[in-house]
């Protein structure tokens, strides 16, 4: 795993962006002492412009993408490799439903590329990936 590299799920993204202070210290901390390139997934700005387009989401996935470059983080797209992954992604047995497509192929990202993945989803802990960070 290289962990000198994390991709950021949407949700962090978006806390780091506005200053939101329901981004934890530990997720500062980490990102603050990252020492590698820091990634969002394509698939973030995908999510951000479906909220968008509904009224759930005050900016589009372009301006979503804009304020990743200006912040110095590196678009990951989606390829063929990141695919493979996801069909061996699996749930404890007893674990709730996850119905997020967004959450589950960015698990798969950071997984294939062997980056830390910091998310504050709950939900994500039931896929026993080491990659997943809890933040």
Not at 7 to 31: C, F, N, P, Q, V
Not at 45 to 58: D, H, R
Not at 114 to 130: I, K, Q, T, V, W
Request: charged share 25%.
């Amino acid at each position: 795993m290289r962990q000198n590299e994390i991709m950021l799920d949407t949700h962090i993204i978006l806390w780091m962006l506005m200053g939101d202070e329901r981004l934890s210290y530990k997720a500062r901390d980490i990102i603050k002492a990252n020492i590698g390139r820091i990634y969002y997934s394509i698939a973030s700005m995908w999510e951000v412009q479906i909220k968008y387009m509904v009224g759930k989401m005050p900016i589009s996935g372009i301006e979503f993408m804009h304020y990743c470059e200006q912040s110095g983080y590196h678009k990951l797209p989606i390829d063929d490799s990141h695919v493979v992954e996801l069909a061996g992604l699996e749930r404890d047995e007893n674990a709730p439903p996850h119905n997020d497509p967004f959450d589950r192929i960015m698990i798969s990202q950071a997984k294939a590329e062997g980056f830390l993945f910091l998310s504050h989803d709950s939900m994500l802990e039931a896929y026993n990936e080491p990659c997943v960070i809890q933040v």
